[in-house]
């Protein structure tokens, strides 16, 4: 009988034209590489995962998947919140399931239980080229950097004209987007109060994109939890009228009771959370019924073990899922897999911005986006390489820890 691989190297790898976002590779004794990612905190997220992560897992049996998952959760006390830690063991875990699904010569989307459905409704956030991942140095709430020679600068867009940029993206089949015009209020009291000037001015986009379309495109409220539950009540109640899809993040996750009274005091969804990591936080959150729908991200939830764990756990509650993507074009490529296979995924979000510039500049294989939809990615594990052009650039960093 053939001796068991093992993990003989772990890769990270960092750029300053995306300054937030850490890649990780993991390397088998048969050969085989995983490809990960995950972002914010990258110093101490590439500290962590070379001091501590790397001393766990070199010379172990990388098929070990949740045996590992659960022993480095618990070895950095990844047990509830987004931070560092839960990031570290994403990405590694994302590694790993690629790796596995490589061995095994088979798609990711089939290893974790194979297809639901063979194509998933998409939404469009509309960020801009350089947002959130991709913002070098400060920045702050409602902050827009223009970037008017690139093709996609839909938060400029939809800050100036919501309804031109909705017809702008069903003209490309969109059937759904999400903008947060309400942020930049926020930034003079830190989210404690808004004026009624301040939410006329907010909701004014959104009676743009129904004057426009009507009702043809499904529009998600992006709140970033940055209010308090007062003004977070007062932002929905002026909303509600133009029918939004749903409220996301109205306030902190800090207090999940606060949440679940944001949800019982409108009747439309209520979307939690991407700032919310692992199955144990998540478990206050379905039992108070806080949320609608249940959003995370793979990237900071704790990896695919734990996003698909608590898919499972929002299907017990009859609630769909909606995987977050902001981030990276690895974690679109994971979101995508885990979003056609999970049978209460609702719709998956992605980034026309990003999808059509710097993502393309990162990776070799990117999703399939067709009038609205994703369909299954080819190849084997998550179907995606770093681009040699990448890891070449003279920007490009790598740090390895080897057995």
């Known amino acids: ?43 101490a997220i590439e500290a962590n995962i070379h001091e501590n992560i790397a001393d766990y897992l070199l010379g172990e049996d990388p ?13 950095f006390k990844t047990i509830r919140g987004r931070g560092v830690d839960s990031s570290s063991v994403s990405a590694i875990d994302m590694a790993l399931w690629d790796m596995y699904a490589k061995r095994v010569n088979q798609p990711l989307y089939q290893v974790l239980g194979g297809l639901s459905r063979d194509r998933i409704r998409v939404y469009n956030t509309c960020a801009g080229y350089s947002y959130g991942v991709k913002v070098k140095g400060s920045w702050k709430a409602g902050q827009i950097d223009y970037r008017p020679d690139q093709p996609y600068e839909d938060y400029h867009g939809f800050m100036t004209d919501a309804g031109e940029l909705a017809d702008d993206l ?21 989210g404690q109060f808004i004026s009624s000037q301040e939410l006329e001015e907010g909701t004014e986009p959104f009676r743009k994109i129904r004057e426009k379309i009507g009702n043809k495109m499904d529009v998600m409220v992006e709140m970033h939890s940055v209010w308090n539950l007062s003004s977070a009540k007062r932002i929905a109640k002026s909303v509600e009228p133009t029918d939004p899809f749903w409220f996301e993040d109205p306030v902190p996750m800090d207090n999940i009771d606060a ?20 199955r144990w936080a998540f478990r206050e959150m379905f039992q108070k019924q806080a949320m609608t729908i249940c959003m995370f991200d793979i990237s900071w939830v704790g990896g695919i073990s734990e996003a698909k764990r608590i898919a499972a756990m929002a299907h017990a509650y009859a609630m769909p899922i909606a995987p977050h993507d902001c981030v990276g074009p690895v974690t679109l490529m994971f979101s995508v897999h885990l979003s056609l296979n999970a049978p209460n995924a609702l719709i998956q979000e992605t980034v026309r911005a990003y999808n059509a510039t710097w993502y393309k500049q990162i990776v070799d294989t990117l999703p399939r986006l067709e009038n609205g939809y994703a369909y299954p990615p080819e190849g ?8 040699d052009s990448f890891l070449n650039d003279p920007a490009t960093t790598m740090k390895a820890s080897d057995l």
């Open 1 to 43: 009988m053939a001796s068991a691989p093992v993990i003989t190297r772990i890769e990270t790898f960092r750029n300053p034209e995306y300054p937030l976002i850490v890649w990780a590779r993991v390397h088998s004794s048969d050969g085989i590489v995983g490809l990960g990612e995950t972002s914010f905190g990258p110093d």
């Open 63 to 75: 098929n070990k998947l949740d045996m590992h998952w659960d022993r480095m959760a618990h070895r």
């Open 170 to 190: 069903m003209s490309e089949g969109f059937t759904a987007m999400k903008i947060w015009p309400f942020d930049k209020y926020s930034n003079d009291n830190n």
């Open 259 to 278: 949440l679940a009274e944001f949800r019982q005091s409108t009747h439309i969804a209520t979307t939690a959370s991407e700032q919310v990591a692992s």
């Open 380 to 387: 084997l594990g998550a179907g995606t390489e770093l681009l």
